[in-house]
């Protein structure tokens, strides 16, 4: 192998080693309040040329950094959410079009506190995709609003922050649930892919310093 | 693909509902011990006996009409094969093995449907029915355990976690497992495709015994040998295509193998991971033909091939204009420089063996009362809007719309949202992405490697302008897979504005992929050409590594 070829290997591979390191010293988003968790969920809304459905009541945690509304499509257009609290934005954000599941988490500036009795507004326009609100029946006091129209139940709503453990602090629980729901169960899964993916760098590495001479 | 939706608009190529909702099925709970038992208490041994006489006669049937068209290589073609292809196949082979393990059981698009196929086909002989709605009882229970029906497409929701949870799902996996139900009633949206996968996957399934987890284990591993094939076709597809310089092959071949996405569908139950290896195959069949000339052997292979392909699945079609204009040039070819007549028997022999299953296929499809040529035919039934506003659709389904067409995709950058964003990161079904300022940073490495491959070809552009027919080959074959994708998309719009827009669908091009690499890697030059492959390679493997911990992060996180 060469030498620049040697060097960028060993370069790569220990650059590739930080960024996972760094990874794991990180933490995840986590729920940090859900306005609700439906026992069976409702459509509160379908549309197939957009709106401005808009939650009132509702709590902020502080930190919240991604707020996860339950809207379904399979190509969803581009979401934005605006909150207000007593006349004037708290905090706002934009979700790209083209994102496809049930739930679709917006990015928003991080609130430095918590913020209660504030309306969040989820806007987007469609064209001809019908995107659907998940949600719960509610009375109309709590309900979403569509303009001026009440609707018959709340839109589902997560606030996201990041944790307070890290990846690397979860790799026990972690690697016992990788052990669940398959064929044979156990802790010990967890040294499969690991294994399999040292072979594989491995191999990798060897192939490219014989090839690559 | 959901029980409610398995037999919705026919397309060709099928994802499955991204969208679609369904409640976990509380009420089975209460019911299904009391039915399994009495079930059991009845089970049919004539019944049983009969199934598996039913079984044999259709693999015979099946052996008997694939024995022809079996590419079976002898000892000393595989020794021909050099090192470092093998090499890249166990890379592939591992590395879909490690998917297999880190994705929970079924949380892939259509895997349900993909098992439910094998099941019918492992257990009554019979292809599955396109009308029914309702899994077997045995998999509508370990779904329901799984928690199949919270998890999917809601990423709020993990994978089962706790020893309870485990245990009960023990239980119902026993219970499942002693159920006397045959075969599976339907198979959603893979009903409709054609056996050749689902046939290899009998065995697995036959082998594993067991629960359903069991069997899905063994057939997701199967899926991963195909994952090998696929990285070993591509590596030879290059050396055929690129033989300059031989240190490039193995950065093609080693990359491709490393892919996520690779790796993510080739773990799964799945007739994509035999569609990826026998469209690797073809694109390498067709570049040996090329460079050594249309031999009586080069013709069966391609023709072999291309049954194989034909009998895998239905987006192989999209390959077929391409196959069909390479051994046409070919024969050209061939016609010059030996007798007009064997040149062209050669192609009849190619084309002749290529669709005989096609006819054999239809003909079994019209026995059992599904239509002759499967979604095939239902496409063709669904045709809609006028033939210019559907090559519109299409175009504008991959590249920017041209002026004064109508605009199909307000507000959305196809190229970079659907197919680019959907290449680097889309994992379960397809609700699981990286964080936003990844898909941001992403075009940065993958322009450097567009701006190399482009410098190689600038630089070899004398070598290209004397292979324009073999590149128009490939570039027809290209066209005819996305073509295909974006008519099934067609069939959905505008209710559904991109429904087949998956990145996996792409993936039958991945020998094309593979050559790009290796081009960039070259284009780097000769001093920094190795160094630029070897940072490809990383940059793979970087991605792999990074996709699976999102995927564990995801669903055990």
Redesign the interface.
Known sequence: ??Q??R???VA??A??AV??GL?LSRS?MS?ARTNGTPL??YRVAET?QGATYCQPHELLPSGTSAI?LSL????G??VRVVVSSGGSTVTSGT?????????V?V?VKPLPRAVSNATVCASF?T????V?V?GMRAPSALATRQGRRTLQGTMTI?YLRPGTRS?AS?APS?AR??G??????GTW?VL??LA??A???A??S???L???? | MSEDSGTRTPALVHAG???G?E?DDGSERGTRGGDARALRRRAPVAERSRSIRQRASLRWALARSAAPLAWCPSASMLRRIPR?AW??A??AG??A??WS??T??FEIPDEPDHYAYVKQLAETGSLPSPNSTRFAKEERITLVG?RYYKVR????H??????A??NK?QEDLLLASQASEVGSPTAGVAASQPPLYYALETVPYDLAG??V??R??LMRLMSALMAGLTAMFVFLFIREALPRE??A???GG?AV??APLLGFISGAVNPDSLLFAVSAAIFYALARAFRRGLSTGAAASIGALTAVGLLTKLNFIGLTPGILLGLTVLTVRAARSSPVRLAHRRLALAVGVAFSPVVVYACINALSNHPPLGLVSGALQTLHGSIFAEINYIWQLYLPRLPGTFNDF???FTTK??WF?GYVG?YGW??T?FP?WVYSVAPIPAGTIALLCGRALFESRAALRSRAAELAVYAVMAVGVMALVGAASYHG???????F?EARYMLPMLALLGAALALAARGAGP??G??????I???F??HD??S??LV??R???
């Open positions: 192998m060469t620049p070829a060097i960028a290997l790569g591979l650059l590739l960024a996972v990874t995840p729920i069976r969920e197939a996860r379904s499509a399979f190509t257009p581009r979700r790209g079009s083209g994102w496809t599941s049930r739930v988490a990015p326009r064209h001809h995709e019908t659907t998940f997560e990846w979860m972690i649930r990788l669940l729901g398959r064929a044979s169960t899964i499969l892919p399999l993916l072979v594989i760098a191999a990798a060897k192939l490219l014989k090839e690559l001479s | 509902t991204r969208a909702r409640d470092a090499i890249c166990l890379v591992l590395n093995t490690c393990i880190v929970p059981a799984l497409q809601q990423p709020q993990d994978a089962i976690g706790s020893r949870e485990q799902l067991g629960t987890l069991d899905l284990q031989p240190w092959w193995t950065v080693l193998a490393l307000p507000g959305l949202q659907l964003n889309l397809l609700d992405t936003g719009f505008p209710a559904v504005q991109a429904e827009a001093r920094w190795r160094a630029a492959g070897t940072l390679v990383i940059l493997l970087s590594v990074f699976q911990l564990v992060g669903f055990y996180g």
